[in-house]
């Protein structure tokens, strides 16, 4: 066996063991050289054979990732709807993630007491011609292993699915707003322009919620069906 393949496979058991969760962020490769005491070349080499083993996703000028077990983007390529790296041209850049208590609006909204702790996570998803400004709210009591780093790594709906509770339905609101002073910043937009705002609340099979998401878009598809 070669020593890149030895390196593969004690990253493979550290994934397969927990050590490294699902949407974790691995070290990157120039630690991961100092760590196995080995080439660069090397290094790259193992990455490549765990990419190739869909074990890891490579998101470029981002990070490692450990790549969820079935995602969106699995399902797609097994599909061939789209081809393996279509997702690498896709950016999420987290601008806020913190614990705060859920105060009365969220309280109501996610069934719990206004001291419990959520997590506001706050993020933009950039491609090459658009830029979708996302907010998650996720109880602490619901995601207790939660790691930021997934938000980087997994869509909405792997997220959401990710904690204690499993989705079984969900309700969502389309609204059209005009852009603060923020928004127009983040979105690359004007003031006052008008947006898109889709509310998404997750709930599981006893109709509980799980968590609240929004995003926000000066441009988007949507369809409406009445049937």
């Not at 790549?67 to 393996?84: C, D, F, R, V, Y």
């Not at 909204?109 to 933009?124: A, D, H, M, V």
């Amino acid at each position: 066996m070669k020593l890149f393949e030895k390196i593969a496979d004690h990253l493979i058991e550290k994934i397969n063991t927990g050590q490294y969760g699902v949407g974790s962020e691995l070290p990157p490769e120039v630690q991961l050289q100092k760590d196995y005491d080995v080439s660069r070349t090397t290094v790259r080499k193992a990455i490549d054979l765990l990419v190739e083993k869909n074990m890891v996703v490579r998101k470029k000028g981002v990070g490692l990732f450990v790549a969820p077990m079935l995602s969106t983007q699995n399902i797609l390529e097994m599909t061939g709807i789209i081809k393996p790296g279509i997702y690498q041209h896709h950016k999420k850049i987290i601008k806020e993630a913190y614990l705060r208590q859920a105060g009365l609006y969220y309280s109501q909204l996610l069934k719990i007491k206004p001291s419990e702790l959520i997590y506001y996570i706050s993020f933009l998803e950039i491609a090459k011609n658009s830029v979708v400004k996302e907010i998650f709210i996720l109880p602490l009591n619901h995601f207790p292993d939660f790691q930021v780093s997934i938000i980087k790594v997994l869509s909405a709906l792997e997220i959401t699915n990710s904690g204690k509770k499993k989705v079984d339905k969900l309700e969502q609101d389309l609204q059209l707003i005009v852009a603060n002073a923020e928004l127009a910043k983040q979105l690359r937009c004007q003031i006052n322009e008008p947006l898109f705002k889709v509310s998404n609340h997750y709930f599981d099979i006893n109709s509980e919620p799980i968590a609240i998401e929004y995003k926000f878009a000066s441009n988007t598809k949507y369809v409406v069906d009445f049937t």
